[in-house]
């Protein structure tokens, strides 16, 4: 089976800001979805945020990382929690078993043909070894902070990285 690669598209009208992710999404992507999240803590008149998972067929941990960032980056300055859309039933046991309904409201739908906003693809952001490094482990810290099972799955991981992070070069 051929993976589509991971795509990020993103809309912004009347206050709903729509972002959508496709195919593979994994950690290359995550210098996009960090620049997104820093955008939307500094975006006026944000009235809400939904994510649509329809179109993806994995997302690594990484990227979750920072979806959880998207719903931190917004917490106290809508009046509901982001949305995430998701139609693959791996990729929301993967939602249910990283605690993303305590920060996200969660709704399954199948992708059907709608009037959609039109969507922008955003370019990915490059991002060298070491911006690469500080962002899986920034995105593993907020996993960790999720809930237990986050914490007891994820530790090690941080732990590598912030030795890595601190041994001499």
């Known amino acids: ?23 593979d999404v994994r950690l290359t992507l995550c210098a996009t979805l960090d620049t997104q999240a820093q955008r939307l803590a500094a975006t006026p008149g944000l009235t809400a945020v939904m994510i649509d998972l329809r179109e993806a067929s994995n997302v690594d941990s ?3 990382g920072f979806l959880a960032k998207v719903a931190m980056a917004v917490k106290g300055r809508l009046e509901q929690p982001p949305t995430i859309i998701v139609d693959n039933p791996d990729v929301r046991q ?52 999720i809930n237990e099972h986050n914490r007891e ?17």
């Open 1 to 23: 089976m051929l993976i589509e690669e991971g795509r990020i598209k993103a809309a912004f009208d009347s206050g709903v800001f729509v972002l959508k992710l496709c195919g």
């Open 94 to 145: 993967m939602l249910d078993v990283m605690g993303f309904s305590r920060f996200f409201t969660l709704l399954s739908a199948p992708l059907a043909p709608s009037a959609e906003l039109p969507m922008e693809e955003l370019p990915e952001v490059p991002a060298d070894e070491e911006g690469m490094r500080q962002r899986i482990l920034e995105a593993h810290r907020i996993l960790m902070h």
């Open 153 to 169: 799955q994820f530790q090690p991981l941080v732990e590598m990285l912030e030795t890595h992070q601190h041994a001499p070069s």
């Open 62 to 64: 990484t990227a979750l």
